[in-house]
Each structure stands twice: as structure tokens, then as C-alpha cells.
């Protein structure tokens, strides 16, 4: 841990293969060349090792997704530098450049506002997602999240089990904002969480960079596919 202005990078990943969380850390790797960040694998006490990552941390987490990462973030090691926050199944194609964030919490609002599938969850009947989760887990950045995360999770193991497996994490920070109203910045979702269904070819990739997007992000069937056609698209831009 050297350069205080150094970025520093956090994601979590459970499970018994890491081939996508391996390229978000190859793409971070690649974006930084000789300057690398910070990077924090968030785990459990069986997952392999990511190769190129600065810590693995390892603790004993609940078995219902939702929970264990909710617990992992509440004990992430802070240290009062901003601590950037991804989803695994991420490919960075521009540094973060998080010293020039200056706030204490930033969070990513969501844009798409189509209706929920309420199958299971009543409590999405005839709303939107904007209605119900308009924070997303995928982007956000804190310089003392333990307390926030602590709240978020005490508020998660009081809902439905079907939550602790899905969908807990994004619907508590919800309900936590309408109860305290707290104070955060915003992430700007076009730069910090672009969202794609599909492989992102070098011509794209090369007008995304220009466009100054940091993070990329993917989702929806065939992700672990397209994240590996995209990385490979990234390795053929030759940076300076």
C-alpha cells in the first residue's frame, strides 16, 4: 500500500471457479500499466485465488449471497481513502482516478425504470425498478463504509429469506435511504457503470475510452462469453 493518491479497488466473488473476476483484474492490470492499484479480492474461506490482485480477504460469510456481501463490504479494511466498489463481472477500460472524488459516499443512481418481475416478491407488484432498488450495487465508492454496510445488513436479515438470496442487498439500501435521507454524491452511471448485454468491439471499446467511461460492466445471458470477447478486444488497443 504505497501512493495515498494510489486508486484502490474492492469487488466481491464467491464460488469455485474466478475465470470472470480473473479478467476484471486482468483488464484493471492492463488499463494501469506501471501504476497498478489497489485491488481487493472480498471472499470467503474456500474460493481460489485471483492471480494480480494486492489482498485476498477472507472471512466467514453467510452462505445466502445477499448477506455475505453485505457482511464482506461492512468489513472491508478501511482507511480513509476512497475505496471503489464493482461488481466481478466488470472490465475496466479507463483509470478511476478517484482522487478527484472528494466526498465520503458516492452511489450510482439507475436510469432504466422498466416494470419488475414480481414473481416471488409481492412487494414489486406493479412497480418499477426505480421504485423499488433505484441505487445499483455495481459502482459505488466509500472512504468509511462500516457503519453504512453494518446498517444495511441489519436491515437485509430482517426481510424475507427469498431476499437474503436475491435482491436484498439493492431493496435495503432503498429502504435505508427512505428511513435516514443521508447524504451521498452521485456516480455518473454513463461513466462509472455502462451497462452491455453483448461483446463491445475495438472500435467501440476505443469511442467508449474517448467518451471517458471507466467501467463497463455486463449482464444477462452469455456474460462469462462476451466479458472474454471484450477483454481480448481491450488487449489489442495499444495504450501509451
Aim: with cysteine.
Amino acid at each position: 500500500m504505497s501512493d495515498f493518491n494510489q486508486d484502490q479497488i474492492a469487488f466481491f466473488w464467491v464460488g469455485k471457479t474466478v475465470a470472470a473476476p480473473s479478467l476484471l483484474v486482468k483488464s484493471i492490470l492492463y488499463i494501469y500499466k506501471d501504476e497498478p492499484p489497489n485491488i481487493f479480492h472480498l471472499t470467503d474461506q474456500i474460493t481460489p485465488e485471483i492471480e494480480g490482485v494486492t489482498a485476498t480477504i477472507r472471512q466467514k460469510l453467510s452462505k445466502e449471497i445477499m448477506v455475505a456481501r453485505l457482511e464482506a463490504y461492512r468489513n472491508f479494511p478501511y482507511n480513509d481513502k476512497l475505496t471503489f466498489f464493482c461488481d466481478a463481472d466488470s472490465l475496466l477500460i479507463n483509470k478511476l482516478k478517484l482522487i478527484h472524488l472528494t466526498d465520503d459516499i458516492y452511489l450510482t443512481l439507475r436510469k432504466e425504470n422498466a416494470y419488475v418481475n414480481s414473481e416471488g416478491y409481492p412487494e414489486f407488484k406493479n412497480k418499477t425498478l426505480i421504485d423499488v432498488m433505484p441505487f445499483l450495487f455495481g459502482a459505488m465508492a466509500f472512504k468509511n463504509g462500516e457503519r453504512f454496510f453494518n446498517d444495511l445488513l441489519e436491515i437485509c436479515k430482517k426481510l424475507p429469506f427469498r431476499f437474503h438470496q436475491w435482491y436484498g442487498d439493492q431493496y435495503s439500501l432503498k429502504l435505508y435511504y427512505e428511513k435516514t435521507k443521508f447524504k451521498f454524491s452521485k456516480l455518473d452511471i454513463n461513466k462509472y457503470l455502462y451497462i452491455t448485454k453483448s461483446e463491445i468491439d475495438v472500435f467501440e471499446i476505443m469511442k467508449l475510452m474517448e467518451n471517458d467511461v471507466r467501467v463497463i460492466t455486463f449482464k444477462g445471458k452469455g456474460t462469462n462469453r462476451y466479458i472474454l470477447s471484450t477483454i481480448k478486444n481491450i488487449f489489442r488497443i495499444k495504450f501509451k
